[in-house]
T-cell receptor
């Protein structure tokens, strides 16, 4: 079975600082994809970044990067230079055999 | 291009009534997913359609829930005899599912269902 764990229900970060949101997963399948989504208070789910299980390099998308440690089964999201607009819920998800499993989310608050 | 659209954006209904929620996926996306998100919670998988294959209904919470996808495009999620615990935001997502990053799901804005 697939399982995603996000252990930080809530986090605070100072504007312009970097923040790491934790995500660990449990799967016995060798091929999978890892995704991070942002959900602002408006409710829409916004795709941020993707990491394939066979990718050799950590994924990066602008201020977002994914610290992928395959042996530890962790896929932490790093947001650099936090902005007030980054305040939102963040969900980690694993995709395997076309099904997605989402974590319980981390609520990030960026302080001015 | 156009994203995933859902209608209605809000639905208020009385307990025991049936409701239909609609999802229009991104054109060309072969996979379509329905999720339920209760207030302050994560996403609960409901059902998944892929091309002409039989849908994966393993997440449907009861037989009051059903979904169809016509012509490989538009999907309708139907909840019969609604209960108060059905109140949630229902999210639809579509995906190209051609492998790798193309498996990324793109979400609609959701339908907020309130059962009185």
């Amino acid at each position: 079975a697939q399982k995603i764990t996000q252990t930080q229900p809530g986090m605070f970060v100072q504007e312009k600082e970097a923040v790491t949101l934790d995500c660990t997963y449990d799967t016995s399948d060798p091929s999978y994809g890892l995704f991070w989504y942002k959900q602002p208070s408006s409710g829409e789910m916004i795709f941020l970044i993707y990491q394939g299980s066979y990718d050799q390099q950590n994924a990066t998308e602008g201020r977002y990067s994914l610290n992928f440690q395959k042996a530890r089964k962790s896929a932490n999201l790093v947001i650099s230079a936090s902005q007030l607009g980054d305040s939102a819920m963040y969900f980690c998800a694993i995709q395997n055999f076309n099904k997605f499993y989402f974590g319980s989310g981390t609520k990030l608050n960026v302080k001015p | 291009g156009a994203g995933v659209s859902q209608s209605p954006s809000n639905k208020v209904t009385e307990k025991g009534k049936d409701v239909e929620l609609r999802c229009d996926p991104i054109s060309g996306h072969t996979a379509l997913y329905w999720y339920r998100q209760s207030l302050g919670q994560g996403l609960e998988f409901l059902i998944y359609f892929q091309g002409n294959s039989a849908p994966d209904k393993s997440g449907l919470p009861s037989d009051r829930f059903s979904a169809e996808r016509t012509g490989g495009s538009v999907s309708t999620l139907t909840i019969q005899r609604t209960q108060q615990e059905d109140s949630a935001v229902y999210l639809c997502a579509s995906s190209e599912l051609a492998g790798g990053p193309t498996d990324t799901q793109y979400f609609g804005p959701g339908t907020r269902l309130t059962v009185l």
